[in-house]
């Protein structure tokens, strides 16, 4: 048996003690987690430091702020989450309980990624947690710091019997996915997340995919260009570009090209001063692979701002690409790095069909003034979600499904959506053994009268949810005098007919 074998074993042999089940559990591991944040915040900064030489306050405000959000609204929300959920009944079934009941699935693995080890590893955990469920956690080796901090310190917190952590590479994923899980939820590109499905199909396993993508950003010519470049500057390379949300490329007219350029530019020195490699706030790529991958994606193209490196530092200047071709080398695959490619279009027609034309992206930007332009833009696109002038921040409202459509992914989290995600909504009826005579209708022999009385009882439906007691048992008694009036009417019909 595998160390992974062992380690998934024992979280299910510990999950089916029912020891999640109580939400005063969950609670107390909510709260472990969010002390670990906190009393850890120094550990995880130099972790992340090492990793992709962000800064300690940058590190706060992009992986553990949200992260510290998420929790607390967790808590503050779970009773509500966790209880039963009327739903609309029918006139058969007014005088029955029928809700949904939020279960916990069992088992889930969650796969984290690199760019942003804490946060889109974590946030899963949180829903997972608070929906009853035993989680894996298996962050990715590419962040290598992070993942052993995480392997170190987190068992020192949270119940490690049933929030294991595993660390390791390609192997340990692999052995992992071998296992059968109630849920996977997997943080990373398409090509392994197909591999991740498939590993997940021998088990009839579902799965949460966010995948990312090339997100476009259509910048209106009549809009606040500088107001919008700036958002786009910082958008896109934060993180050093290693966000799955970042502007993948700029689509603009040509006659605002050159304005869009030197404004971006203004914003890169405003922001990380003439030179970024020695600027505290401005990170590295993960490693030399991923250097080499995003430095030959600028092959075939016009650099028109940046374009320094330092492959002994992994550093890449913030770098905008002007003048680029729908079908060049950096327009193939999702960049993750500090590239900013700006594809001209002539209208925004072309630049609807250009989107529609590609993979579904993670989300779709547009700058514009024109609420009519927006609109048009949302009804004409997918994405997973879709921003209007600014950036990234829509990942801040927990009350969004954040998540993929297509290529991008499938599934959604944050907030209750995380919950929900990685919950089994039960469908409960709970009946009396009385009132048969209304059974009658659906016991043979089937006549026409008897389906008169179905089609009127079944094709009703009552929103209880919206009425208050008096009025509900008012609304049941009246009802109830209808049908046996009814009733009893075509008994009196019936015995005359036979006189």
């Not at 029928?98 to 699935?105: G, K, T």
């Not at 943080?187 to 590993?199: D, F, H, I, P």
């Not at 530092?313 to 080398?329: E, N, R």
Request: charged share 25%; hydrophobic share 40%; glycine share 6%.
């Amino acid at each position: 048996m595998s160390r992974e074998q062992m380690v998934v074993d024992g979280a299910r042999k510990s999950f089916q003690t029912g020891k999640t089940k109580p939400l005063d559990y969950r609670t107390h591991q909510l709260k472990s987690l969010l002390r670990f944040i906190t009393e850890r915040r120094k550990d995880i900064a130099d972790a992340v430091k090492r990793d992709l030489g962000k800064s300690e306050h940058g590190t706060e405000l992009f992986e553990t702020l949200g992260l510290e959000g998420e929790i607390k609204l967790a808590i503050e929300k779970l009773a509500e989450w966790a209880a039963p959920r009327p739903v609309e009944k029918n006139l058969l079934t007014i005088l029955d309980d029928v809700y949904i009941q939020p279960e916990p699935l069992g088992v889930v693995l969650i796969i984290g990624a690199w760019n942003y080890p804490w946060a889109v590893t974590l946030q899963p955990l949180v829903g997972a947690i608070a929906a009853g469920n035993a989680a894996v956690i298996k962050p990715s080796e590419v962040s290598s710091h992070s993942a052993k901090v995480m392997e170190e310190f987190l068992p020192q917190y949270l119940d490690k019997d049933l929030y294991p952590v595993v660390i390791g590479g390609v192997s340990e994923t692999q052995e992992l996915l071998k296992q059968r899980f109630d849920h996977i939820f997997y943080t990373g590109n398409s090509t392994v997340g197909k591999l991740v499905m498939e590993a997940a199909a021998r088990h009839l396993t579902p799965v949460t995919l966010e995948l990312g993508g090339k997100s476009p950003c259509y910048i209106d010519k009549n809009c606040d260009i500088t107001v919008a470049c700036r958002r786009i500057t910082w958008g896109k390379f934060v993180n050093c570009g290693q966000t799955c949300i970042a502007p993948d490329y700029i689509l603009c007219e040509p006659c605002i090209q050159s304005r869009v350029v030197k404004e971006i530019e203004k914003n890169i020195k405003e922001f990380y001063t003439d030179n970024p490699k020695t600027f505290e706030d401005y990170g590295r790529i993960i490693n030399q692979q991923h250097f080499k991958r995003v430095m030959a994606l600028m092959d075939g193209s016009t650099v028109a701002v940046g374009g320094d490196s330092d492959e002994s530092q992994c550093y890449i200047a913030p770098t905008v690409l002007k003048d680029v071709a729908g079908d060049s080398k950096v327009m193939k695959e999702e960049i993750f790095g500090p590239l900013l490619p700006i594809i001209t279009v002539s209208s925004v027609d072309e630049a609807i069909q250009f989107i529609k034309e590609r993979e579904k992206p993670l989300v779709v930007y547009v700058f514009s003034h024109d609420k009519k332009l927006i609109k048009r833009v949302i009804a004409e696109t997918s994405s997973g979600a879709l921003l209007a002038n600014d950036c990234l921040v829509h990942y801040t409202v927990s009350a969004l499904p954040f998540g993929g459509v297509g290529n991008s992914g499938m599934g959604c989290y944050h907030g209750q959506h995380s919950f929900d995600q990685v919950s089994h909504m039960r469908s409960c009826l709970i009946k009396q053994l009385k009132m048969e005579g209304v059974n009658s209708m659906r016991y043979p022999p089937h006549t026409a009268r008897k389906l008169g009385w179905a089609r009127f009882l079944l094709l009703k439906s009552v929103n209880v949810s919206r009425l208050n007691d008096c009025i509900i048992y008012t609304f049941i008694y009246v009802t109830l005098f209808s049908i046996l009036f009814k009733f009893y009417s075509s008994l009196i019909s019936l015995s005359s007919m036979s006189i």
